[in-house]
């Protein structure tokens, strides 16, 4: 069967993302409409409406692509490097849009479906990211064989999740090293 109607338009997707994620920083969720985003991303309210039913399937979508533009998932060779950089690009990226996190971050606080579509998916996407990354390891042989990957790839997401929320400390390099150090030290790799 042949699809009907023209192909979607990536540009006219990232733009829309875009704009999203900006008038967010600007303004904060609340005040967010589709019209303020078609003005922004300069096109039709119609055009967002075929691709997202509405604000809050925009909004999670791009918050979704804001993270994964933020933090691409590194493959160094090991897993201590990988974590590493992967949480101080997520570090450095947050420093440099500081404005568009915050509002984030108020505007998940402030509406439980927003926060609760935002976990589903981006809480979803990190996991994936850190257990491919402990995955890989134990392909390499850095991690035995029957490493529980789960449970190994939520120490660092946890630890860090604790720390900025919980403690009210920042994360920063210094710590991303001890918690790297700590409980994912560089191993020779035995290969069978």
Avoid at 46 to 64: D, F, G, Q, S
Avoid at 107 to 136: H, N, Y
Avoid at 162 to 186: C, K, M, N, V, W
Wanted: hydrophobic share 45%.
């Amino acid at each position: 069967m042949v699809p009907l109607g023209r192909p979607r338009d990536p540009n006219l997707d990232e733009a829309a993302l875009r704009a999203a994620i900006e008038l967010i920083g600007e303004g904060g969720y609340p005040a967010l409409t589709m019209d303020h985003i078609a003005e922004r991303a300069s096109v039709s309210k119609a055009a967002l409406y075929r691709r997202w039913p509405n604000k809050l399937t925009l909004v999670v979508e791009a918050i979704e692509a804001f993270a994964h533009n933020q933090a691409p998932m590194p493959d160094t060779g090991r897993l201590r490097d990988d974590i590493v950089q992967f949480l101080r690009t997520m570090v450095r990226n947050r420093a440099a849009d500081v404005q568009a996190y915050e509002a984030l971050s108020a505007a998940l606080a402030g509406d439980p479906e927003l926060a609760k579509q935002c976990r589903d998916t981006l809480v979803a996407r990190f996991s994936v990211t850190f257990r491919a990354m402990v995955a890989r390891a134990v392909e390499r042989g850095e991690l035995p064989p029957g490493t529980d990957i789960e449970l190994v790839a939520d120490i660092a997401p946890a630890l860090a999740r604790y720390r900025s929320q919980t403690t009210g400390q920042h994360l920063d390099e210094a710590f991303i090293d001890r918690l790297a150090d700590q409980f994912f030290p560089p191993v020779a790799v035995t290969r069978a």
